[in-house]
T-cell receptor, first 113, second 111 residues
Framework: DAGVIQSPRHEVTEMGQEVTLRCKPI?????LFWYRQTMMRGLELLIY????????DSGMPEDRFSAKMPNASFSTLKIQPSEPRDSAVYFC???????????FGSGTRLTVV | KQEVTQIPAALSVPEGENLVLNCSFT??????LQWFRQDPGKGLTSLLL?????REQTSGRLNASLDKSSGRSTLYIAASQPGDSATYLC??????????FGKGTKLSVKP
């Protein structure tokens, strides 16, 4: 398996633009997580899905953020409109319950100018 | 609300030393605890996973312990090497599988 695949690896966008981050979890994993990492706040859980259903989105900072998981092999995190304070590394992770643990993607480094 | 704290925030040691990284959490009702390694500009690599019913896990020169009742975990690294230099993150999993991370310990092993 190629692991958790995120795209793009880097994104530079202007304030006010829409940004879409993509994630392909490991085949067979039934949970998917979106995290954001910044120097100040560390790794924060934004939202997670179980069997494609959003379980907890309390970590989503604002209504500008939305996430979808239309099927078991794909998820998106969208920011609209983007702001400079959204600049961070966004990680996607997937797991199969608590037995196997978590596998993280390589992350998307987002810069909003 | 679960909070995870890691001490120290940074650590610098000479090569060959044994060292201990500490992690504490406020809510003992956890499903499991994981230690991750993160290299600069990279993603996270899982090192060790300890189930809530376990006391420790070992992998090579790494040993992680878990004391749920006191809300503590330690990561022991034996005979440290320069290649061990990275940030080490502790994370606890709730019943829904969501991970809550500490801010990490940045380790530097000097040759």
């Amino acid at each position: 398996d190629a692991g958790v695949i995120q795209s793009p690896r880097h994104e530079v966008t202007e304030m006010g633009q829409e940004v879409t981050l993509r994630c392909k979890p490991i085949s067979g994993h039934n949970s998917l997580f979106w995290y954001r990492q910044t120097m100040m706040r560390g790794l924060e859980l934004l939202i997670y899905f179980n069997n494609n259903v959003p379980i907890d989105d309390s970590g989503m900072p604002e209504d500008r953020f939305s996430a979808k998981m239309p099927n078991a092999s794909f998820s998106t995190l969208k920011i609209q409109p983007s702001e400079p304070r959204d600049s961070a590394v966004y990680f996607c992770a997937s797991s199969l319950g608590d037995i196997i643990g978590y596998t993280f993607g390589s992350g998307t480094r987002l810069t909003v100018v | 609300k679960q909070e995870v704290t890691q001490i120290p925030a940074a650590l610098s040691v000479p090569e060959g030393e044994n060292l201990v990284l500490n992690c504490s959490f406020t809510d003992s009702a956890i499903y499991n605890l994981q230690w991750f390694r993160q290299d600069p500009g990279k993603g996270l690599t899982s090192l060790l996973l300890i189930q809530s019913s376990q006391r420790e896990q070992t992998s090579g020169r790494l040993n992680a312990s878990l004391d749920k009742s006191s809300g503590r975990s330690t990561l022991y690294i034996a005979a440290s090497q320069p290649g061990d230099s990275a940030t080490y993150l502790c994370a606890v999993a709730g019943s829904q599988g969501n991970l809550i991370f500490g801010k990490g310990t940045k380790l530097s092993v000097k040759p």
